[in-house]
């Protein structure tokens, strides 16, 4: 593992998910799934999100497209939030939302609009 990648991995993920979402995920690493918490921050948080090519909003944007399609709808919850964090709008999750249901079908938009409902009236009454 190199640490440097880990470390800002680490600190995107924060950044992006909230620290207590991510601290929660590793407090509950064991043997089994520890390497692969490990793997994530590294590579997916460090060495391609700790890129500087594309902005977090934009790779924010990507993601909840990607994972709508994929049906995720754990890591679709997640990254709704993040998406919010990293300054994507409303407005601009309904279109990528929109989007999806074009390329890949209803279903995946009608599930996707769910889930951000949900999200979104949850995010309403923490304020």
Not at 83 to 107: H, W
Request: charged share 30%; net charge neutral.
């Amino acid at each position: 593992m190199d640490k440097a990648t880990h470390d800002k991995g680490l600190e995107i993920r924060k950044a992006v998910l909230g620290a207590d979402y991510v601290e929660k995920a590793l407090k509950n690493a064991d043997d089994f799934n520890r390497p692969f918490q490990e793997l994530v921050t590294e590579y997916c948080w460090g060495a391609v999100w700790g890129r500087e090519q594309l902005p977090r909003k934009t790779r924010s944007m990507l993601n909840l497209a990607m994972i709508a399609i994929l049906n995720r709808p754990h890591e679709l919850r997640a990254h709704l939030r993040g998406a919010l964090t990293n300054g994507v709008s409303r407005d601009e999750i309904r279109e990528i939302f929109m989007q999806v249901a074009i390329y890949a079908g209803v279903p995946a938009g009608v599930d996707s609009f769910r889930i951000a409902r949900e999200v979104f009236a949850e995010i309403d009454q923490e304020k």
